[in-house]
C-alpha cells in the first residue's frame, strides 16, 4: 500500500545528498500532552490527531534535523494518518525545521510501524544513502537495523505504553 508522498516541506533537494529520516512523534513533536487521548477506553484517535498542532518541539531531536541538514537531505516519515498533512506540514514550518519531503500512513493503513516504515526505508535506499534513521520506536529502530541502516534511537520523548501500542500493535501512528 503506497504511503502519500505528495507534498514537500520547503524548496526541492538535490537528490544526490544522503538522505537523514527523522519521525516526527516523541522524536521531534513531543506527544505528552496528548497521549491522554489514548489511555482512555476507547481510545479517541480524532482528538489524539486533533491535538497534534500542539505539540511543543522536542529540543534534540530539532537540534539534530536542523544540524544534519547541513549535510542530508531531510525525510519526514510519519505514521500518522494521511488526512493530518496539513497539520503536519504546518507544525514542521511553523517550528523551522528543514525542508524536506513528508511521508505519511494511507488513513487505512493498519500495518505495525516497523512494517510501513522499513517499506519506506528500502524505497528511499533504492535512489539515494540513507545515512541516519531517527525513531523513537524501538522495534522500527530493531528492525532498521537488522536490514542494514544506522539508527539513531530517540530517547528524549517521553515514553508511553499507550504510544507504543498504537504504532505496533494498532497501526495508528
Given at each position: 500500500?503506497?504511503?502519500?508522498?505528495?507534498?514537500?516541506?520547503g524548496?526541492?533537494?538535490?537528490?544526490?545528498?544522503?538522505?537523514?529520516?527523522?519521525?516526527l512523534?516523541?522524536?521531534?513533536?513531543?506527544?505528552?500532552?496528548?497521549?491522554r487521548?489514548?489511555?482512555?477506553?476507547p481510545?479517541?484517535?480524532?482528538?489524539?490527531?486533533?491535538?497534534?498542532?500542539?505539540?511543543?518541539?522536542?529540543?534534540?531531536?530539532?537540534a539534530?534535523?536542523?544540524?544534519?541538514?547541513?549535510?542530508?537531505?531531510?525525510?519526514?516519515?510519519?505514521?500518522?494518518?494521511?488526512?493530518?498533512?496539513?497539520?503536519?506540514?504546518?507544525?514542521?514550518?511553523?517550528?523551522?525545521?528543514?525542508?524536506?519531503?513528508?511521508?505519511?500512513?494511507?488513513?487505512?493503513?493498519?500495518?505495525?510501524?516497523?512494517?510501513?516504515?522499513?517499506?519506506?526505508?528500502?524505497?528511499?535506499?533504492?535512489?539515494?544513502?540513507?545515512?541516519?534513521?531517527?525513531?523513537?520506536?524501538?522495534?522500527?529502530?530493531?528492525?532498521?537495523?537488522?536490514?542494514?541502516f544506522?539508527?539513531?534511537?530517540?530517547?528524549?520523548?517521553?515514553?508511553?505504553?499507550?504510544?507504543?501500542?498504537?504504532?505496533?500493535?494498532?497501526?495508528?501512528?
Amino acid at each position: 500500500m503506497p504511503w502519500n508522498r505528495s507534498s514537500r516541506v520547503g524548496r526541492v533537494t538535490d537528490n544526490s545528498r544522503p538522505v537523514a529520516v527523522f519521525d516526527l512523534d516523541n522524536t521531534l513533536a513531543d506527544t505528552a500532552h496528548r497521549q491522554r487521548f489514548l489511555e482512555a477506553q476507547p481510545r479517541d484517535w480524532a482528538a489524539f490527531f486533533a491535538a497534534a498542532p500542539q505539540d511543543p518541539p522536542l529540543a534534540e531531536g530539532v537540534a539534530l534535523a536542523r544540524e544534519t541538514a547541513e549535510s542530508c537531505e531531510i525525510v519526514y516519515l510519519t505514521g500518522r494518518p494521511a488526512r493530518y498533512r496539513n497539520d503536519t506540514l504546518e507544525w514542521l514550518t511553523t517550528h523551522g525545521l528543514p525542508e524536506g519531503r513528508l511521508y505519511m500512513r494511507p488513513d487505512t493503513d493498519r500495518r505495525p510501524a516497523r512494517f510501513t516504515k522499513l517499506e519506506i526505508l528500502h524505497e528511499l535506499a533504492r535512489g539515494s544513502e540513507i545515512r541516519m534513521l531517527v525513531d523513537d520506536d524501538e522495534l522500527v529502530c530493531h528492525d532498521a537495523e537488522r536490514a542494514g541502516f544506522p539508527v539513531v534511537r530517540a530517547r528524549w520523548g517521553t515514553p508511553s505504553v499507550a504510544l507504543k501500542d498504537a504504532q505496533e500493535r494498532q497501526g495508528r501512528t
